[in-house]
């Protein structure tokens, strides 16, 4: 069996000082579950690791939703992506990333394909220059005042667009950390 890299992305931790989980402690729960070569980037849910466990990324996930659940007592929803997808994803942008800063270019993560029929009722023209494109279980986000101030951004997170999914948004400059560490 070989060794793959995964990027596991949580959602919702450590924001305004809510659903507090120390990387440090991240890192032993993911040691702890047989994972190696652990690291985490920044402190907003960003963890790298390797395993030789077979496991498709849902799997992974969810076990590890499984033990945060269990560690920290809260629900966290996770996704894990492995570091080929990761890849692609940087590859595959369809905004020219090496000429945005990189809280102009978002990378929302999600559990299952993005169906571009959810977007019909959204006039895209009323955001410019806000843009968005759905990508392979990835919206990229181009909002060049960032995501604090997008419209754009708030709109697409309205639950009747994000109905049955997990998504989990980062910005262009950790999208290229997470690249690099799972290469």
Known sequence: MTTKTYAALLRGINVSGHRKVPMAELRALLEGLGHGAVRTHLNSGNAVFTTRSGDCEDALARTLEAAVEKHFGFAV??????????RAVAEACPFPAAELEGR?????FSSAPYDEARFAALDRSAYLPEEFRVGDRVLYLYAPEGLGRSALGEALSRPALTKGMTITSRNWNTVAK???LTA
Not at 104 to 108: D, I, K, M, T
Request: with cysteine; hydrophobic share 40%.
């Open 104 to 108: 102009q270019l978002h990378a929302n």
């Open 178 to 180: 997470l690249v690099e």
């Open 77 to 86: 929803d996770c996704l894990v992506r492995g570091g080929d997808y990761l």
